[in-house]
């Protein structure tokens, strides 16, 4: 035999490492430690899949919500064109901005070139959320 081959059984073998083959730091079992996945196709430089590119497309409701109140049914059918609606809320407080139904942010309305729109001043955290 050639003194630079090698055999299986020989411990200086080198072999290709796959999953089963790495072993923990500490000498116990193996484990497999994946490489995060990766995109392919025309997209194949962008971030791991499990990043939050993979929402950029997924449609969502976002309601921005002003206020609420509570009124008998009656009252309801007989608004009319015109008529104030008041609502549990201060005028300047902030107004809460809800995607799927979730608090998710707090803001105050802004009009730009007369369209309204939301200046968020405050990311909720989940631990607020109630």
Known sequence: MNPDETTPDDPG???PEGPDDVAAADGGPDVFDPDPLRANGPDAASPAIGSLGLLSDVDMEVTVELGRTTMP???????????VVEIERAAAGPIDVLVNGRLIA?????????????RVTEIVANRDVA
């Open 73 to 83: 049914i009656r009252e309801l059918l007989s608004l009319q064109p015109g008529m």
């Open 106 to 118: 707090r803001g105050e309305v802004v009009v730009i070139d007369e369209e309204f729109g939301v």
């Open 13 to 15: 073998a080198a072999r």
